[in-house]
């Protein structure tokens, strides 16, 4: 089964909107996001993506779960 995860779960934010922001802020890295938006401060699993959308501007990204049979 295929899952998408499109932004931070804990704080309802999207990757979208946080990539928006991060472009028109200037803003590079996932310490500059977290320090003026509310993202990345409780379960933090959305951290890898968020460093990702940075490095590539992909803001939804692909989990394939191996569980299924």
Same mark, same amino acid.
């Given at each position: 089964? =295929?899952?998408?995860?499109? +932004? @931070? %779960? @804990?704080?309802?934010?999207?990757?979208?909107?946080?990539k928006? &922001? $991060?472009? *028109?802020?200037?803003? #590079?890295?996932?310490?500059?996001l977290?320090?003026?938006? #509310?993202?990345?401060?409780?379960? *933090?699993? @959305? %951290?890898?993506?968020?460093? =990702?959308?940075? $490095?590539?501007? +992909?803001?939804? &990204?692909e989990?394939?779960?191996?569980?299924?049979?």
């Open positions: 089964m =295929k899952y998408e995860v499109t +932004k @931070c %779960v @804990c704080n309802n934010i999207s990757f979208e909107e946080m928006t &922001f $991060a472009v *028109r802020n200037e803003i #590079q890295s996932i310490e500059g977290v320090n003026v938006l #509310q993202v990345a401060t409780n379960c *933090r699993l @959305c %951290v890898p993506f968020i460093k =990702k959308m940075l $490095a590539t501007g +992909k803001t939804k &990204f989990i394939v779960s191996h569980d299924e049979k």
